[in-house]
Antibody, heavy 122, light 111 residues
Framework: EVQVLESGGGLVQPGGSLRLSCAAS????????MSWVRQAPGKGLEWVSG????????YYADFVKGRFTISRDNSRNTLYLQMNSLRAEDTAVYYC???????????????WGQGTLVTVSS | QSVLTQPPSVSGAPGQRVTISCTGS?????????VHWYQQLPGTVPKLLIS???NRPSGVPDRFSGSKSGTSASLAITGLQAEDEADYYC???????????FGGGTKVTVL
């Protein structure tokens, strides 16, 4: 059974940092691209960042470029999101999601974690 | 403002057919990139509903169907049921942004 489990969320002050983790199991982690998607309270889904199975290719939404870094440890079947210079508007539930598809431009999110809440407030 | 545009809400009586549109541009849907759909029931995690424009994963009722034409796509729900009340999101890849994009979401209400 495919499972992805996020951790690391919490309350942080504006300008602060936080690192999210996503532990994956039930599939070949090292050959699957992974991603982070967020959802602000009462709002829609917003893609944040993605990474190839090998970790060689990374992708970022414009609003996080230069502030967030996605990475993975295939030996630990774990995905990470390092978030720096956090702003109030980054407050959201952050979902870890497994990507699937034949080519990058046709990838979709086939499994989602339960999410971890990040609150940026003083 | 989302790259993909969806109506904020649609509604229908039980048994009726409703459709949700998803309008993009030449850098995403119009570029030939697939469109996928997700259902998010109240208080739950998003769930894949349609992949690759019109493919239903195992367990998704055949009441749900997808289509794509030009720079737009649509999700149709036939035989609407009370359990279909949820938020629905379309998703594609934007070649200019080099990233995945979602529509703003559509709330389906069963009258």
């Amino acid at each position: 059974e495919v499972q992805v489990l996020e951790s690391g969320g919490g309350l942080v002050q504006p300008g602060g940092s936080l690192r999210l983790s996503c532990a994956a199991s039930g599939f070949s982690f090292n050959i699957n691209a992974m991603s982070w998607v967020r959802q602000a309270p009462g709002k829609g889904l917003e893609w944040v960042s993605g990474i190839s199975g090998s970790g060689d290719s990374t992708y970022y939404a414009d609003f996080v470029k230069g502030r967030f870094t996605i990475s993975r440890d295939n030996s630990r079947n774990t995905l990470y999101l390092q978030m720096n210079s956090l702003r109030a508007e980054d407050t959201a539930v952050y979902y870890c999601a497994k990507l699937r598809g034949l080519v990058t431009r046709n990838y979709y999110f086939d499994y989602w974690g339960q999410g971890t809440l990040v609150t940026v407030s003083s | 403002q989302s790259v993909l545009t969806q109506p904020p809400s649609v509604s229908g009586a039980p048994g009726q057919r409703v459709t949700i549109s998803c309008t993009g541009s030449s850098s995403n849907i119009g570029a030939g990139n697939d469109v996928h759909w997700y259902q998010q029931l109240p208080g739950t995690v998003p769930k894949l509903l349609i992949s690759g424009n019109n493919n239903r994963p195992s367990g998704v009722p055949d009441r749900f169907s997808g289509s794509k034409s030009g720079t737009s796509a649509s999700l149709a729900i036939t035989g609407l049921q009370a359990e279909d009340e949820a938020d629905y999101y379309c998703q594609s890849f934007d070649s200019s942004l080099s990233g995945w994009v979602f529509g703003g979401g559509t709330k389906v209400t069963v009258l």
